[in-house]
């Protein structure tokens, strides 16, 4: 604009103001710049070096502003670049971003933007039969919608076995193909699959890759997607295939998640050689598997990745044995959201709305009357009537606020006073994340172990008890009593379901998602106290004839169970005080003899269960037991436990409604675990008793000290050879020792080594990081959206 010009505006403008206000001077004001600026577009050819410069200064004050408006300031960098000598907005400051820039301007002008990409120049777009593929269509073009994912728990309304399911393969030398059918022929023979699915190679049999992934086939409801992919470092067709995919995820233009309720889900199958290229091992299929991801569809099962050269063909029929299961079975599932399974990961709720058709109880055994203490009375002539029976109360009703409180928090409450509940570690160990430090302690497989217990209710309150006080309380069992089967039965039912309903979660290892549908060990420790149950010894024997471990938790509260108790693989004691006044405080015992309990409890272990392998598990909660290391030197001298686990406590949250009393100043340091369990260890040494600190899992806060006895030729030996202890069971009956199933611990997991109990086999997951990313991500996707509104609005003026 001319100074003159300027001069006539502004003075224009201070008249107008004067003599008619405001608003018919911003009106003025805009009426003139438009003016101005259509006789500059109409210009533009003439428009001289120097003009030009002035223009691009007005359009950095513009842009300046935009910077403003838009709060991107602080964020990326926003700027102006010459494209066919008009100015155009974009983002970042590389030749990347100059490149993008570029095929934005493409973008908006709608007349060029069905010419193919440039960076598609070098993709093959003809078929592998050689056929040219049909170009594409325009692409259709509705408002920007920015992500509004509610992650949640949903059930499947539609029969996933009345689906209509297609098998996409692309395949150079066969494997994937035959991969494919055999996967079509595993559909066709399963009599509950209800439809025949099709076979579809992607580089013959379609014309239009759009046809299926961005739209759908018309007419066909109910649609299920499974993608055979092999992976190629050279060309191939299925750089084509992915390059759609990827045009299609990141076209702006393109409804934000096309394939969202086109379809009903998709799962992809990886096939490649891990051997040769392991660091691109099955690349393409983990790419199809996000970008379907992006482009709306849902996840149904894991993506399978197997090495042609290692995976045996039954690792494949494996995975496909379990999709076509998965297809049959319509549980709940997870929402393949990244945001909500890891924000809430310890304690969401996956039993969901199904909650209530899971275990219900009904058929529960009653197989004993017995032990139902003083409140069963037999009637005069002695029979057990029903009338009797049904007087006996049911642990954990239903109908009652306990049991929806159970749910809630994602127990599955078995028969009437059992539960289940899927730990936070094995779904990050499904998802190669690392296991609980029972692994680094004892090589438990996280993924591997189901954590459940046979009675909700305990004799303690414990102030770091995560079960938020919702679980029953007694000090004899007064409940109906369901049979060990069904409760086991009902235990592995319930987890499996559990871990079926992981399966759209990303990131879960397929190979470990098989292996998880084989539970090896069983923690009985989640809440309440199990051995208090009356048939935990037949309980426990179960397990093992499953080849299930035990892990049993106590409380030393119960020494007559505890001295009753037959073999188990590990038994723990926990010891959460060194004396009589700080357990009560920590405790919250219900029995009067708390303290008494607590000290016969130690005698039966170094006595009567001096065969078994012990535990003192201590759990350390600042200003309440963490003086007095002496003392618990005593106890453990009393006791001899051939280890000791010490860990921080974690917090779970408090509320007054719930009486914790727990707040984040009583969980300790790691660094304050580590000193008390050094100054432990002098106190024992002090005492003569023979211990030594063998491992840590730093992560949790956790260190185990172990009796020397498990130090053989200098090594640690703290884990456990299961199948050594089966076939000890087998062979022996009760009748071996601690010592005959120990095996070496990893150099990982010694205390003090780099990788402080860390598996360098698993993946570090920063949560706190990855969440910060994603939030950025979040952040720049709005940003980008409302800059290309803002972009598109100002090309439609
Ligand atoms: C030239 C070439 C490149 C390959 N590149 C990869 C690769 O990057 N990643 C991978 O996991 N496998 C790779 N493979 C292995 C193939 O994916 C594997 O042989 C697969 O079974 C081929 O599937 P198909 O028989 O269905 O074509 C490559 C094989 C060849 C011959
Ligand atoms: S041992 Fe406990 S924490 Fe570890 S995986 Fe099993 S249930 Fe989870």
């Known amino acids: 604009m001319s100074s003159l010009a300027q001069d006539v505006l502004v003075g224009g403008s201070i008249v107008t103001y004067l003599r008619l206000g405001g608003r018919p001077t911003v009106g003025l004001l805009v009426a003139t710049l438009y003016a101005l600026y259509r ?158 699915s099709r076979l579809v190679n992607i580089d ?21 997607y499974v993608m055979v992919l092999p992976s190629y470092e050279t060309d191939s067709p299925i750089d084509f295939f992915l390059q759609t995919l990827e045009e299609n995820a990141n076209d702006f233009r393109i409804d934000s998640y096309p394939l969202k309720e086109k379809i009903l889900g998709y799962s992809v199958i990886g096939i490649g050689d891990r051997e040769h ?7 393409q299929a983990t ?62 709720d996956i039993n969901g709305s199904n909650s209530e058709s899971e275990n219900s109880g009904e058929g529960s055994t009653l197989v004993d009357i017995e032990e139902m203490g003083n409140m069963m009375q037999k009637s005069n002539n002695g029979s057990e009537t029903e009338t009797e029976v049904r007087e006996v109360k049911e642990m954990v009703a239903k109908d009652s606020p306990t049991y929806k409180s159970l749910t809630k928090q994602g127990y599955t409450v078995v028969g ?34 189901m954590e459940t217990t046979p009675s909700l209710s305990c004799s303690n309150k414990c102030v770091f008890c995560w079960r938020h006080g919702t679980n029953p309380v007694g000090t004899n069992w007064r409940w109906q009593v369901d049979g060990p089967e069904e409760i086991l039965n009902g235990a592995m039912e319930g987890h499996y379901k559990k871990i079926k309903q992981m399966r759209g979660v990303p990131g879960i290892n397929s190979e470990r998602f098989q292996e998880a549908f084989r ?62 006044t700080d357990l009560k405080k920590v405790d919250r015992p219900l029995f009067k003899d708390f303290w008494e309990r607590l000290n016969s409890c130690l005698d039966i272990l170094n006595t009567v269960q001096s065969h078994q392998r012990t535990v003192f598990r201590l759990t350390l909660v600042k200003g309440f037991n963490m003086s007095e290391v002496d003392k618990y030197a005593d106890l453990i001298t009393k006791a001899n436990p051939s280890l000791i686990e010490i860990k921080g406590a974690t917090f779970c949250g408090s ?33 003569n008793a023979t211990y030594g600190i063998a491992a840590e899992h730093a992560h949790s806060c956790c260190i185990l000290v172990g009796h020397t006895k498990y130090k053989i030729d200098g090594k640690w030996h703290t884990h456990i050879n299961y199948d050594k202890f089966f076939e000890l069971l087998r062979t022996k009956g009760d009748d071996f020792d601690e010592m005959d199933y ?56």
């Not at 309304?157 to 055999?182: H, M, P, Q, W």
């Not at 290229?277 to 690349?283: A, E, L, Q, R, S």
């Not at 095996?743 to 698993?762: I, R």
């Open 39 to 196: 006789i500059g577009i109409q210009d533009s050819d003439d428009i001289s070096e120097e003009r030009q410069d002035q223009n691009d200064k007005e359009n950095v004050k513009a842009l300046k502003n935009l910077k403003k408006s838009t709060g991107e300031e602080k964020g990326q960098k926003l700027r102006y670049i010459k494209v066919n000598n008009k100015l155009q907005l974009v983002r970042g400051s590389g030749l990347e971003e100059e490149a993008n820039a570029l095929k934005n301007t493409v973008a908006v002008d709608f007349t060029k933007s069905f010419s193919p990409a440039s960076n598609t120049s070098n993709i093959d777009s003809t078929k592998a039969s050689g056929k040219p593929r049909r170009r594409k269509g325009p692409k259709i073009i509705r408002k920007q919608e920015l992500p509004k994912r509610s992650p949640r728990l949903v059930k499947n309304n539609t029969n996933l076995s009345e689906s209509n399911i297609f098998i996409f393969y692309s395949s150079l030398t066969g494997s994937s193909e035959r991969t494919a059918k055999y996967l079509h022929n595993m559909l066709s023979i399963n009599k509950s699959v209800k439809n025949e």
């Open 204 to 224: 013959d049999d379609i014309d239009d890759l759009d046809e299926y992934f961005l739209n759908v086939p018309r007419d066909i409801d109910n649609i299920l």
């Open 277 to 283: 290229y392991p660091n691109k091992f099955c690349y």
């Open 287 to 348: 790419e199809t598997d996000k970008y379907l991801f992006k482009l709306g569809a849902r996840r149904i099962f894991p993506l399978g990745k197997f090495c042609i050269k290692n995976d045996k063909d039954e690792k494949i029929r494996e995975w496909c044995d379990l999709y076509v299961d998965s297809l049959t079975d319509n549980d709940a599932m997870i929402l393949d959201d990244n945001e909500y399974f890891e924000e809430d990961d310890e304690d969401y």
């Open 416 to 449: 009437s006073h059992s539960g289940v509940k899927i730990c936070r570690w094995t779904k990050s160990a499904l998802r190669n994340r690392g296991s609980c430090y029972k692994f680094a302690f004892y090589g438990i497989r996280s993924h591997l172990c």
């Open 519 to 580: 539970i090896r060990h069983c923690a009985l420790s989640l809440v309440g106290e199990p051995i208090f149950y009356p048939y935990i010894n037949e309980f426990v024997g179960m397990l093992h004839e499953k080849e299930i471990s035990s892990f049993l938790v106590c409380n030393a509260q119960h020494p007559e169970q505890l001295r009753n108790l037959k073999k188990v693989t590990q038994l723990y004691v926990s010891i959460d005080a060194p004396t009589k």
């Open 655 to 687: 509320s007054s409604g719930n009486g914790n009393p727990l707040t984040m100043q009583n969980i300790p340091f790691y660094e304050e675990c580590k000193n008390f369990v050094i100054a432990l260890n002098d106190e024992l040494a002090k005492r």
């Open 742 to 797: 120990v095996s070496e611990t990893p150099s990982w997991a010694y205390w003090g080594s780099e990788e402080a109990g860390f598996n360098p086999a698993d993946v570090k997951y920063d949560r706190k990081e990855e969440k910060l990313k994603k939030k950025l991500a979040r952040e720049k996707a709005q940003q980008e959206a409302t800059l290309k509104e803002i972009e598109m609005n100002a090309v439609s003026i």
